[in-house]
């Protein structure tokens, strides 16, 4: 333990940065549920999974009891162009709240694709490379993914077929560019390329296209084309095993100083970034080392955790994927355009999940505009303009930074904050202008959608 | 020096940081030429720029014999929060290339202004707080400084009035809400809020702006309100003094590792982020203790240093400011629409153009398009998604790494990595789609401005 003042920033050498992620599934007592094969009704089998995901991830997604995984060296030199990311002492937001606790915040951002969604993009692409594979597809909305799995792809020289949902595709020009700069193709989604897609265009001519329908348009294309495989940026357990490198690296940086975070906030959409950041100290938890409260932020327009179902739905709208026990507001749930479009997903990764249910983490919910009036005051004094999914835990942040200076706790407080608002100006200046909406579903459409769920 | 290997990323610690910025005039024999009063024709005093600048800042500007001056603690905090900023060891362009050279680039990107410019933005709006201004005014064309000084007083509660070229207004509606984020108010100009707006726009109802009129209208925006100064990102020495942050933290990096320079290459609009990085091996080369080559690199479509005169001119189409002797296409001279905004200026600093005449720097010129080839190139294999402008240097240090791939040589090549590229995609999509063109002004065109340089 350094008795040193805290830096605005902590650093890890190259040498302390983690060379093996941790699998936060091998410290549960009680496993998240196996996800099903939708034609048998069974547990997914390595061989069920393989057709769609490349071998190694498939291995990654069932392996439930091997702690830690070594990272690969082309990886590990990968992440060394962007890793470590800074941990930041938000002493500036401290001194604006006048609150006594102690905020810090690991900031994810600082990559072209502008945030954590790389660190499992790199990894996916590699394991394709390693297995002799042409390409991969996916599927984007916001547009990070999309933009993280086109600069790996580069990297390796993989083809990288990104379906992106034809709205994100017209209203964000400047997303398509960027992955179309890293080589990338980028097809508007429903599109005439796959068979799903065309049958969607035929009976909805005009839609605006649905990460559902880009899901499975992707899921085909790398089924039906020789050397391909598809990959996803969030709710697999792989995803979240590649995102531990964020709460490694946290605690590795925290420990140094002799740091303990009292409490742990991160956004949740699909789980990638609170998986990742809050792995290690879930761990420690787990095994009755040590404790701390953490809380996962979701947007009050898609709550699957504050207002979900605990029950086996499926990942996309197509209903392609295999069905997965998860919070879940129901696949046919359609979120309102709210402009955190990271966080706007139907169902919650199956080991945050099986967490939240066992009572190991708690979740709160925010409307946007609140989000955005906190996204404002950070950026004004931190110097940073975050991301709109981001800024829900800022603005839970806020909120206990604030509530210590009420009670005089010196509470220290982490938060991830997982990338920056650049490509996001639309809603930024929706929120300038003062013409921002709120929505909350009622509890007639979340039932509605309830309903559709699969029936095991 | 320390005998380990060159990390990927060497960061200073914040005790390593600079606690000094470096005035390279007080090492010139020869000083840059002085000012001059467009009234009297006389050398400007303090008492002739303290209406139009804040008056630290006019001293900072006339201080032509001070090597080292203090950077406030209240600056140093700022700085803290996003500095020291990485020097990057390219080791994946140099495997690209395969080049014995040994390529490194201090990236000035990752903070929100997305450049360099921050670094004196917070200087400015530091010496305007604390005269007891009640805000600043400025001028911005391609968006990297207004929004690196929106963020500026942002911190320190300043009001920040920024004229946007309005075509720029209108064609980078996020870099203005980005201001907007930041408190700023900003007007497209020529607007009717100025005298000066009001009369271009009665004669030019349809014009489309240029930076010399939003020059122009923030002069008089700032001398015609109580408790208003104007200020400026580029071109003038205090801008210089201010951004020799990026040099001197660059050369500390490189004596940590025992790495010495042969070449430190940097791209030229004004002439603030090539100023800053140069400016201690400069002082070295000017004392006669090291030699480094040192080359500018500017776009052939304003080539100020390549084909410019070195002579008196006015900053400012509006022809309102001081007089500086500078290498200048003329103050008339009407760049193309290059997509390299922040280069697109007629003349260059005064310090830079004295030391050029002098025959201690060389000056390059490229085409936009091969200057976004190696943007390309750069982005897939380094992650980082480069400014048009910093593209510039990059194309450079490319080349300089090819001829010594070719002779053998192992060079070690120093650039100048100025921001990140994301608000400036509507040129990688002209790129991406083979429309983008090149121009180059012919030799009659500058004829044509050098006419119009002022007698004396």
Redesign the interface.
């Known amino acids: 333990m350094s008795t040193e003042k805290i ?3 902590i ?1 890890l ?2 040498e302390e940065l983690p060379k093996q992620w941790y699998n936060v599934r091998a410290d549960m007592k009680k496993k998240p549920a196996p996800m099903l094969n939708p034609g048998t009704g069974k547990p997914v089998t390595f061989d069920d999974l393989t057709p769609v995901f490349c071998d190694e991830l498939v291995k990654q997604e069932l392996d439930e009891t091997t702690p830690y995984i070594d990272i690969p060296d082309e990886i590990l030199t ?1 992440y ?3 890793r470590p990311s800074s941990l ?1 002492r938000a002493y ?1 937001l401290e001194k604006a709240l006048g609150t006594p606790a102690k905020i810090y915040y690991k900031f994810e951002g ?3 694709s ?1 945030s954590h969604k790389l660190n499992s993009a790199i990894a996916q692409a590699y394991y394709a490379k390693k297995q002799g594979l042409k390409g991969v597809t996916t599927e984007t909305g916001a547009g990070q993914w999309g933009t993280a799995l086109s ?1 790996a792809c ?2 390796f020289g993989l083809d990288c077929r990104v379906y992106m949902v034809k709205v994100s595709y017209e209203q964000k ?2 997303r398509r ?2 992955m ?4 990338a193709s980028v097809t508007p989604s429903p599109s005439n390329t796959t068979e799903v897609g065309r049958k969607i265009l035929a009976e909805f001519p005009d839609t605006n296209g649905s990460l559902g329908c880009a899901i499975s348009e992707a899921v085909e294309a790398a089924v039906s084309t020789e050397g391909y495989r598809y990959v996803l940026g969030s709710v697999l357990s792989q995803v979240l095993l590649h995102q531990s490198v964020i709460g490694l690296e946290s605690k590795a940086a925290m420990d140094k100083y002799g740091i303990k975070p009292d409490v742990i906030i991160g956004c949740a959409g699909g789980g990638s970034n609170l998986g990742g950041l809050i792995s290690p100290f879930m761990g420690e938890k787990l095994r009755g080392e040590a404790d701390y409260r953490i809380v996962a932020v979701e947007p009050a327009s898609c709550p699957s955790f504050t207002r979900g179902k605990y029950a086996y739905d499926f990942c996309d709208t197509g209903k392609v994927c295999p069905l997965q026990k998860m919070y879940t507001l129901g696949s046919s749930f359609m979120p309102s355009p709210n402009h955190a479009g990271g966080l706007r997903y139907h169902g919650m990764s199956g080991i945050l999940s099986e967490l939240y249910d066992q009572g190991l983490m708690e979740a709160i919910s925010y409307e946007q505009t609140q989000v955005f009036e906190a996204a ?1 005051q950070f ?7 975050p991301a709109p999914e981001s800024s829900h835990a800022i603005k839970a942040a806020i909120d206990e930074a604030v509530r210590c200076r009420e009670t005089g706790e010196e509470k220290t407080i982490l938060f991830g904050l997982t990338g ?1 608002g ?2 996001d ?2 809603a ?2 929706a ?2 202008d003062g013409t921002m909406t709120d929505y909350i579903p009622t509890d007639e459409e979340i039932a509605q959608s309830f309903a559709e769920l699969p029936k095991l």
């Open positions: 830096p605005y920033k650093y050498s190259e990968f060394k162009m962007y930041v500036c600082n990559n072209t502008g600069m580069s990297y020009p400047f560019e960027v179309r700069t890293y080589g404002q950026a004004r004094v931190e110097g940073i303009l920056t650049y490509f100006m639309y930024y200046a929120y300038n």
